[in-house]
């Protein structure tokens, strides 16, 4: 039998997987899924992230990919965007940098600076 | 459950179901399979979207993709495309669902869906409907966990009772009084109950929530036996449904495991039960009394009232019936509270009322829109207009109960009174809609036709006053019809609508009298002129052959079965109306269009 605080939990627990479906304003973090980014490895990142996000129960994000961003030396590349922020694009991803870019940017709130586009043009 | 990127809802209601929808989800799940993607996505059979058009319907989440009228076929490309690559694909979603420049639109700005208020069919579409976690997600069993801790029985009451809602079975009448009297009757034991006959030919909202959302009802169920004192209910659902019933079966076994149904729910002390009874879809069923009698095991028979259930209804004890859509709002109003029903609908309508969309419309389907919406606006902003660019001839309300609604009054806000003061009624919510190739008249019989046959027969106004009346219809629609018919039809029409025992004979000749009030000059036409201006009428049908066109192929002679076409060949031949039986045969093989039919 459950209790009321047993039922807020499931509450809580499953809205968590399921509130994509109606919320539309939450994070949006998009993977590269062309063939450029598939061949340099945007399913390992992508699955990377996905059980990232799956550990450790974040809320209001979602997942989705986009075709070719037009790097595609840059592949596999990461979009996060903030909602009212300007995105921020990771390139040359691993699924080692997806847990820091989860750590630091998606549950802190801070990006990861190395690992952006801006850093990357720099060294270039 | 957890995380997946993406979530592909499948509608699973009756609609989408028959047109195949089970054999879409497993070829999703062996495609995802086959892709490596099976732990990424999570594919959900879900009740009904209400764009039944378009079925079968696939939404994909996060990007809320529409794809319409999907076949196994499309799931692969649906699968590879856009599960995969994350490239929506553009050919299959629904032509309303995206923008002049190709984005998709949230589903609140589809046409469709854009005038539309979904309370009762909130969940429809949006939940795993044989998940109880993820009803409980969208704050399910939250209004009961707050009635059974925060207030009282009489508050509840109360509650509903200020929100202004009525029942959404077909009469209108006030919830919150209904279970008042209940609450208030004498005696310990006590029952609620659900009324989910549904017997008006082309209604399915009730299914659709049943099939949608079962956790809505057992809640608020479970609620209403609080508020009047009741520790045992009974929904009555029509055998014809098996997938709701299969669902609400599920439902509840689901309800009982969390110690939301059984003894001593939520710890709170309250102890209440349901149980399922199938009927076997007679339309009277459907009437209150005939209900009560058929769970008890009896004939389905109505009784004179009173005594009102609410006084003396099950096993002779105080029973409380509501009909599903009814019940499907109680649980938001005892958690927003009574001000926002309020805030909706009409003066003395609140809230939102759903409607079965069917005949000339484009979008058949399933519509639920704030008391107080025109038909207009039901039919073409909602609805999508009348195929083929064919004009509005009128819209029936209320099904075999209810009246058409002629163009002049397609403006009219739509609430229980505002149709009753034209002379159809709210009903169930079947709205079909008529245009110029609908004969009135043929209509009017269409429905008596179903009343005749529905009749229990208990008592003779009705049993056999609306059988002289078909008797009547059917004269004048086979060309028989005589000075003083439609006077009959009159007479008759308002002596049932007094003299018979319940609702089903009470209203009974409504559709008949509303056309002859709208359209009385179809029915004098028939009659006088032996005509049928919208060409259903067979017997009042001339086939006839136009001069100039015809070339004298002697094509249509041969076909005509009873030698009714003669002529020279090469000449334009000639049909003898006293022998022409009407079957159109000519019509179909003239190569040259040269017959008509008027
Ligand atoms: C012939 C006849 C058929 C009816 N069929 C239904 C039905 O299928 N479903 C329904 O809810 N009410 C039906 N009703 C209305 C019920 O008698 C009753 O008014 C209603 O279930 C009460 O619930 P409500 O107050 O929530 O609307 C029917 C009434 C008549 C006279």
Redesign the pocket.
């Known amino acids: 039998m459950k209790t009321l605080k047993e039922l807020e939990e499931i509450r809580q627990r499953t809205l968590e997987a399921i509130n994509l479906r109606k919320d539309r304003n939450g994070i949006r973090v998009v993977v590269g899924m062309a063939t450029c980014g598939i061949a340099a490895g945007a399913r390992n990142v992508l699955t990377g992230l996905i059980d990232q996000i799956r550990d450790r129960r974040i809320q209001h994000i979602t997942v989705a990919q986009t075709g070719c961003i037009g790097v595609c030396r840059y592949e596999p590349m990461v979009e996060v965007y903030y909602p009212g922020e300007e995105k921020v694009t990771y390139v040359n991803m691993t699924p080692e940098k997806v847990e820091r870019v989860v750590t630091e940017h998606l549950v802190n709130g801070s990006p990861v600076t190395e690992y952006t586009i801006g850093a990357a043009e720099k060294i270039h | 459950m957890y995380f997946y990127r993406s979530h592909v809802l499948v509608c699973g209601g009756t609609g989408c179901h028959s047109s195949g929808s089970a054999d879409i989800i497993e070829q999703f799940n062996a495609e995802l399979k086959k892709q490596g993607i099976e732990k990424e996505i999570l594919v959900v059979q879900t009740g009904c979207f209400g764009l039944c058009e378009v079925g079968p319907i696939v939404i994909v989440y996060p990007e809320g993709a529409f794809y319409s009228r999907v076949t196994t076929d499309d799931v692969v490309e649906i699968v590879s495309e856009h599960l995969v690559k994350g490239r929506t694909v553009k050919h299959l979603l629904y032509h309303d669902s995206i923008t002049e420049e190709h984005d998709i639109k949230s589903l609140d700005e589809v046409p469709f869906y854009q005038k539309q208020k979904r309370l009762a069919l909130r969940n429809c579409g949006v939940i795993n409907p044989e998940d109880i976690d993820e009803y409980i997600a969208f704050n399910g069993y939250k209004a009961l966990g707050k009635a059974l801790t925060e207030m009282t029985p009489g508050e509840v009451i109360s509650t509903i009772k200020e929100s202004g809602l009525?029942?959404?079975?077909?009469?209108?009448?006030s919830?919150g009084l209904?279970w008042e009297f209940t609450s208030k009757a004498e005696g310990q034991k006590k029952f609620v109950a659900c009324?989910?006959?549904?017997?008006?030919p082309g209604?399915f909202m009730?299914r659709s929530i049943l099939e949608g959302a079962p956790h809505a009802v057992i809640e608020a169920m479970t609620i209403a036996g609080y508020a009047v004192g009741a520790d045992q209910g009974y929904i009555y659902v029509r055998a014809e449904y098996p997938i709701a019933v299969q669902r609400l079966t599920m439902a509840i076994g689901q309800a009982r495991e969390y110690g939301l149904l059984g003894n001593n729910i939520l710890e709170t002390g309250f102890d209440f039960d349901l149980e399922l009874r199938l009927g076997a879809g007679a339309?009277?069923?459907?009437?209150?009394?005939?209900?009560l009698a058929s769970i008890e095991g009896y004939r389905g028979e109505?009784r004179p009232r009173p005594p009102f259930p609410a006084v003396k209804g099950l096993f002779e004890k105080p029973t409380l019936?509501?009909?599903?859509?009814?019940?499907a709002n109680i649980p938001q109003i005892i958690l927003k509270g009574s001000g926002w029903l309020q805030e909706i609908g009409t003066d003395k309508s609140k809230g939102t009322k759903v409607f079965a969309l069917g005949g000339k419309i484009n979008n058949t389907g399933l519509v639920e829109v704030p008391m107080g919406t025109t038909l207009r606006e039901i039919i073409y902003d909602i609805g999508g207009g009348i195929p083929k660019g064919k004009a509005f001839k009128a819209a029936q309300t209320g099904g075999?109960?209810g009246g058409c609604i002629p163009v002049e009054h397609l403006d009219t806000p739509i609430d229980y009174d505002s149709l009753a003061a034209i002379g159809s009624m709210m009903g169930?919510g079947g709205l079909i809609v008529m245009d110029e190739d609908n004969c009135m008249v043929d209509i009017a019989r269409f429905f008596l036709e179903f009343t005749v046959e529905?009749s229990c027969g208990k008592c003779p106004p009705c049993r056999i006053g609306t059988k002289r009346m078909l008797e009547l219809l059917n004269k004048i629609t086979e060309g028989k019809g005589e000075e003083g018919d439609i006077e009959k039809l009159e007479e008759l029409g308002e002596g049932i609508k007094i003299a018979s025992l319940?609702?089903?004979g009470?209203?009974a000749p409504n559709p008949v009298l509303s056309t002859i009030k709208y359209f009385r000059e179809e029915y004098e036409e028939h009659i006088r002129d032996k005509k049928c201006r919208a060409g259903v009428c067979d017997a009042l049908l001339q086939y006839t052959i136009i001069e100039d066109k015809c070339k004298g192929c002697s094509l249509c002679t041969r076909v005509c079965p009873v030698d009714a076409i003669s002529g020279q060949k090469k000449q334009p031949y000639n049909i003898d109306q006293s022998i022409c039986i009407k079957c159109g045969a000519c019509l179909e093989k003239c190569p040259f269009g040269a017959i008509v039919k008027g």
Do not use: H, I, M, W
């Open positions: 009525r029942g959404r079975g077909g009469a209108g009448f919830v209904k009324n989910a006959d549904e017997g008006d209604a009730d339309f009277v069923c459907g009437e209150e009394t005939a209900l109505p019936l509501n009909n599903v859509e009814t019940y075999p109960s169930s529905e319940c609702g089903l009470q209203t």
